[in-house]
């Protein structure tokens, strides 16, 4: 049943308990102002609204004060006049600041009585509105944000109709797609979409307009107004009404082309990678196998030698060939192990002497040692053992050996250390010398990189050192370095216990 104000005023109702029981089930206040007397009344829900007791009395005067001090109180004061001397209405809105200091959003009403053509009362109705109006101005802060998101957003925002077709764009879709607002609006979603990916989507948009899903996110393509194909990934989220009724969609578009063609080209990539590995790995088993039969062949060679004229081994050099032989060996057996198992990496280390190691790499290259004049000092205990893949400890070490010797200083005899020692985590490798050094201000960056080369050597080819990374790195060890031009150069290798 709807009530009017006038009705509740009308001098009709006299029953002043009837009065005040209805404006306590509408929680609506009232007040008189008796102009003949210069009284002033407020209702229980009128005092209860200004936090005043039940027996305050209001005060003509102080009254006007409650409304905050500003445009508030001016306002009500101007219209209060109009009423008083113009026989105008008033309905308006207002803060008034409690006798507790609080402030509150109220509705004030106020209707003038006439006698005779002078003013004698003027009567109205007082509304605590603060609620509606609080949540009345976070829907509108809310509004306001969405809107500035959905206008400045750097990724694409619509608003859709649940048959597809544009509403409201952002300027980040036109710009994506190449149509300016009013083109798209003229479109629907369908009319843009690539004609193989017009189906993405169709079971998710079934599911929520049946309420038994609210969003969804797809990846589809789009056709640019140039023809050129947009790969989008596409969220949409359903609006609706207060009843559970959808009402449109809110879109959010993001351009994510070149995300899909570098997948593209990592895809070829990987299927070349792959044809590519299996060429190396049938030219490793080919390689290891008959560097086996070479070696192998040397060997019985060596023993004939030694079976048939020991006369001849007698001298300085046999017993270095002989350990170089044997050398040679275990290394292509280990190359043989390698070539047999493709997924060689830190699972597959065994633990091995490092000091054992250490010495067959220096046998491997004793024609190299011997012609260069090297020193070489080994400070390596009998007892540590390293976890790795013996074939790459062989390449590493004599990698790094061979290099420290190749780019020694001219006229400085080649000094080279090993040293390594243990931590609970790593065991640790240096391999020091005395040679030209390298500027790592300018190469550190490009140190360990493929055909990178640094001092002018007619056997460089920038690959020893692009091979040592590689296998520390496969065996989850990491290697760093030292060098001062013109002083030499150390390398640490740790190795994961």
Same mark, same amino acid.
């Given at each position: 049943?709807?009530?009017?104000?006038?009705?509740?005023?009308?001098?009709?109702?006299?029953?002043?308990?009837?009065?005040?029981?209805?404006?306590?089930?509408?929680?609506?206040?009232?007040?008189?102002?008796?102009?003949?007397?210069?009284?002033?009344?407020?209702?229980?829900?009128?005092?209860?609204?200004?936090?005043?007791?039940?027996?305050?009395?209001?005060?003509?005067?102080?009254?006007?004060?409650?409304?905050?001090?500003?445009?508030?109180?001016?306002?009500?004061?101007?219209?209060?006049?109009?009423?008083?001397?113009?026989?105008?209405?008033?309905?308006?809105?207002?803060?008034?600041?409690?006798?507790?200091?609080?402030?509150?959003?109220?509705?004030?009403?106020?209707?003038?009585?006439?006698?005779?053509?002078?003013?004698?009362?003027?009567?109205?109705?007082?509304?605590?509105?603060?609620?509606?109006?609080?949540?009345?101005?976070?829907?509108?802060?809310?509004?306001?944000?969405?809107?500035?998101?959905?206008?400045?957003?750097?990724?694409?925002?619509?608003?859709?109709?649940?048959?597809?077709?544009?509403?409201?764009?952002?300027?980040?879709?036109?710009?994506?797609?190449?149509?300016?607002?009013?083109?798209?609006?003229?479109?629907?979603?369908?009319?843009?979409?690539?004609?193989?990916?017009?189906?993405?989507?169709?079971?998710?948009?079934?599911?929520?307009?049946?309420?038994?899903? *609210? /969003?969804?996110?797809?990846?589809?393509?789009?056709?640019? !107004?140039?023809? =050129?194909?947009?790969?989008? +990934?596409?969220? @949409? #989220?359903?609006?609706?009404?207060?009843?559970?009724?959808?009402?449109?969609?809110?879109?959010?578009?993001?351009?994510?082309?070149?995300?899909?063609?570098?997948?593209?080209?990592?895809?070829?990539?990987?299927?070349?990678?792959?044809?590519?590995?299996?060429?190396?790995?049938?030219?490793?088993?080919?390689?290891?196998?008959?560097?086996?039969?070479?070696?192998?062949?040397?060997?019985?060679?060596?023993?004939?030698?030694?079976?048939?004229?020991?006369?001849?081994?007698?001298?300085?050099?046999?017993?270095?060939?002989?350990?170089?032989?044997?050398?040679?060996?275990?290394?292509?057996?280990?190359?043989?192990?390698?070539?047999?198992?493709?997924?060689? *990496? /830190?699972?597959?280390?065994?633990?091995?002497?490092?000091? !054992?190691?250490? =010495?067959?790499?220096?046998? +491997?290259?004793? @024609? #190299?040692?011997?012609?260069?004049?090297?020193?070489?000092?080994?400070?390596?205990?009998?007892?540590?053992?390293?976890?790795?893949?013996?074939?790459?400890?062989?390449?590493?070490?004599?990698?790094?050996?061979?290099?420290?010797?190749?780019?020694?200083?001219?006229?400085?005899?080649?000094?080279?250390?090993?040293?390594?020692?243990?931590?609970?985590?790593?065991?640790?490798?240096?391999?020091?010398?005395?040679?030209?050094?390298?500027?790592?201000?300018?190469?550190?960056?490009?140190?360990?990189?493929?055909?990178?080369?640094?001092?002018?050597?007619?056997?460089?080819?920038?690959?020893?050192?692009?091979?040592?990374?590689?296998?520390?790195?496969?065996?989850?060890?990491?290697?760093?370095?030292?060098?001062?031009?013109? !002083?030499?150069?150390?390398?640490?290798?740790?190795?994961?216990?």
């Amino acid at each position: 049943m709807r009530i009017d104000n006038n009705e509740i005023l009308s001098d009709e109702i006299l029953d002043k308990d009837f009065l005040n029981t209805i404006e306590d089930a509408l929680a609506i206040g009232s007040w008189e102002l008796n102009l003949l007397s210069n009284s002033l009344k407020w209702s229980s829900v009128t005092k209860k609204i200004h936090d005043v007791d039940a027996n305050y009395v209001p005060n003509v005067d102080t009254a006007i004060n409650f409304y905050k001090k500003g445009q508030h109180r001016e306002k009500i004061l101007a219209l209060f006049h109009k009423a008083l001397n113009h026989g105008e209405n008033y309905d308006d809105e207002f803060i008034i600041i409690t006798s507790k200091g609080e402030e509150k959003w109220v509705r004030a009403i106020g209707h003038p009585k006439f006698k005779n053509g002078v003013c004698v009362a003027i009567r109205g109705i007082f509304q605590d509105i603060t609620r509606k109006t609080l949540e009345s101005k976070k829907t509108l802060i809310r509004e306001k944000e969405f809107k500035s998101l959905f206008d400045y957003s750097l990724t694409g925002m619509a608003k859709v109709s649940l048959t597809g077709e544009w509403l409201k764009v952002n300027n980040s879709i036109c710009r994506m797609l190449g149509y300016t607002k009013a083109d798209l609006l003229k479109l629907s979603f369908r009319d843009i979409t690539h004609p193989k990916d017009l189906n993405i989507g169709n079971k998710e948009l079934a599911l929520i307009l049946s309420g038994r899903m *609210d /969003n969804f996110k797809v990846n589809k393509r789009y056709i640019h !107004k140039n023809g =050129k194909v947009i790969y989008c +990934n596409v969220s @949409a #989220t359903i609006v609706r009404d207060s009843n559970g009724h959808p009402q449109h969609f809110i879109a959010n578009i993001n351009d994510i082309s070149e995300i899909e063609i570098n997948k593209n080209k990592i895809s070829d990539l990987l299927a070349i990678s792959s044809k590519q590995n299996d060429r190396l790995l049938n030219f490793a088993r080919i390689v290891s196998h008959n560097l086996r039969s070479h070696g192998g062949n040397l060997e019985m060679l060596l023993n004939l030698k030694k079976e048939d004229y020991p006369e001849n081994t007698n001298d300085e050099y046999f017993p270095l060939m002989e350990e170089a032989i044997g050398n040679l060996n275990e290394t292509i057996e280990n190359l043989n192990e390698v070539a047999l198992y493709k997924d060689l *990496d /830190n699972k597959s280390s065994v633990p091995v002497s490092l000091l !054992k190691y250490s =010495k067959n790499a220096i046998s +491997n290259i004793t @024609a #190299t040692t011997i012609s260069n004049n090297v020193d070489i000092k080994i400070l390596i205990d009998n007892n540590i053992t390293v976890y790795t893949i013996p074939a790459y400890l062989d390449s590493i070490l004599i990698n790094l050996l061979t290099n420290a010797i190749k780019y020694k200083r001219q006229n400085v005899t080649p000094e080279i250390t090993l040293e390594a020692f243990q931590t609970e985590v790593y065991t640790i490798l240096k391999i020091g010398d005395n040679g030209l050094g390298i500027d790592l201000e300018k190469h550190k960056d490009k140190l360990f990189g493929m055909y990178n080369v640094f001092h002018k050597h007619e056997d460089s080819r920038g690959l020893g050192l692009f091979i040592v990374k590689n296998q520390i790195d496969a065996m989850g060890g990491k290697i760093e370095v030292e060098s001062t031009v013109g !002083k030499g150069t150390t390398f640490t290798i740790y190795f994961k216990n």
